[in-house]
């Protein structure tokens, strides 16, 4: 945007016809200062933009309007309390076109719904919006009175002295806390240093065990669970022992009526199986001399050698 046409929407723009006898630019072009806002200010009315102080629901669709909403209210003197002036806005819904009329209530200091909607009352508890609970009006008018006065200020007096020595301990407490703020900032500073050093530490160990996240410190809690585990001790041997009956036995399908017969053949098969890796594992170990070993080997063999040649005789 031109230099010019900034100086037109400012409304600073002084043209060739106009001359200082002839007053300011808005006399000059026959229009108020507030323009459109001003249309009805033949009326006493002005277009102001408005924001609901509190929640109501519309008279027209029933739908809910929240507080702080905004409208373009006209607003206009209706009366007078004592030398205050009572202001009326009117305006229209955005849900219905609905017309809402709120005035000013100098006397109680809130606005006051006049028609086209309803205040929603709310309700909180007092301790847990942690406010105090104002006087009724029957109990402001008795504060009128010199005796109910004085009977209450006792009470209120004891009420003082019950609550006093908590007041002062917390005083102390907050005194003593934030009397040396260098002393604060310094612990602070190293609180998040030796933080920042245990996060590091964290990532280290995750990033040494292969993982991509921090782990979080063990508790007395984790190592009571881990304790309450119990891993099966047999599956491995089992699984050594389901492999050794499969490994022994036979390829061909045996009859029906040597099935015993084979279920014993194969659990001496591992049998067998096992004692020669205990050996071979003694044997390793220094358990004894290989002679030994070749002798029980080459025993067991000519033993089963005679075994076989008994059965074909």
């Known amino acids: 945007m031109s230099s010019l046409a900034a100086a037109r929407a400012d409304n600073f723009y002084y043209p060739p016809e106009w001359t200082p006898n002839q007053g300011s630019l808005n006399k000059f072009h026959g229009q108020h200062a507030l323009r459109e806002r001003a249309r009805k200010l033949d009326q006493g009315i002005l277009i102001i933009r408005f924001e609901m102080p509190f ?6 669709c029933n739908s809910m309007i929240a507080k702080g909403v905004r409208f373009n209210a006209e607003k206009k003197q209706v009366g007078n309390y004592y030398s205050t002036k009572i202001w009326s806005f009117t305006m229209k819904s955005a849900c219905c076109k609905h017309e809402i009329v709120i005035q000013t209530d100098p006397k109680n200091c809130e606005y006051v719904i006049i028609s086209g909607a309803q205040r929603k009352t709310e309700e909180f508890d007092i301790e847990d919006a942690e406010t105090f609970a104002l006087p009724a009006d029957e109990e402001r008018g ?14 209120d007096l004891q009420k003082k002295k019950e609550a006093e020595p908590v007041l002062v301990r917390l005083q102390r407490v907050s005194d003593a806390r934030h009397s040396d703020d260098y002393s604060l900032n310094k612990a602070l500073r190293a609180q998040l240093r030796n933080q920042k050093k245990r996060v590091a530490e964290e990532e280290l160990v995750s990033k040494k065990l292969g993982l991509g996240i921090r782990l979080l410190p063990a508790t007395e809690e984790d190592a009571a669970t881990a304790a309450r585990m119990k891993f099966s001790s047999k599956f491995e041997r089992n699984r050594k022992e389901k492999r050794a009956l499969i490994n022994a036995a036979s390829i061909f399908p045996g009859s029906s009526g040597s099935s015993m017969s084979d279920k014993k053949r194969l ?13 071979a594992t003694e044997l390793l170990t220094g358990g004894f001399k290989p002679s030994s070993w070749l002798k029980s080997s080459v025993s067991s063999s000519q033993s089963r050698g005679v075994s076989a040649a008994s059965r074909h005789l």
């Open 142 to 155: 008795k504060l009128a009175d010199p005796f109910y006065r004085l009977e209450h200020e006792g009470e």
């Open 55 to 60: 929640n109501i629901w519309c008279g027209g």
């Open 267 to 279: 659990e001496l098969g591992s049998k067998r199986r096992k004692i020669r890796a205990g050996t």
